[in-house]
């Protein structure tokens, strides 16, 4: 059971990057996906959050509006769609599968599993 993020890489701000999170497997543990990111010298961040039954979404503040979570269950795949990107959107952005109540508080459960990361680096 692992996760792999694709599709970081470099963009202009104000341009756009999808970030793909495949799985392998999901319980009723792990609810939901969330995608998170750490820029250096920085704490990590909740980025948005979807729940694999019924699709519920979450977003952190400094994205509502220019990103988007969905998911594709026939490919297990999760999506992070990211538009208007800025500077301060440069970091390593990691998907994580845990219980809903985990990603939305930021934190970890024992049974979380996560990616490796995909860096995103944002220019003028």
């Known amino acids: 059971v692992h996760l792999v993020e694709t599709g970081g890489g470099l963009a202009q701000a104000g341009g756009s990057l999808t970030l793909s999170c495949a799985f392998s497997e999901t319980t009723f543990t792990r609810n939901a996906m969330g995608w998170f990111r750490q820029a250096p010298g920085k704490e990590r961040e909740f980025v948005a959050a979807i729940k694999f039954e019924r699709g519920d979404t979450h977003y952190g503040g400094s994205v509502k509006g220019r990103f988007t979570i969905s998911r594709d269950s026939a490919k297990d795949t999760v999506y992070l769609q990211m538009e208007s990107l800025k500077l301060e959107d440069k970091a390593v952005y990691y998907c994580?599968?845990?219980?809903?109540?985990?990603?939305?508080?930021?934190?970890?459960?024992?049974?979380?599993?996560w990616g490796q990361g995909t860096r995103v680096t944002v220019s003028l």
């Open positions: 994580e599968a845990d219980h809903e109540n985990y990603i939305l508080q930021c934190k970890r459960s024992v049974v979380g599993l």
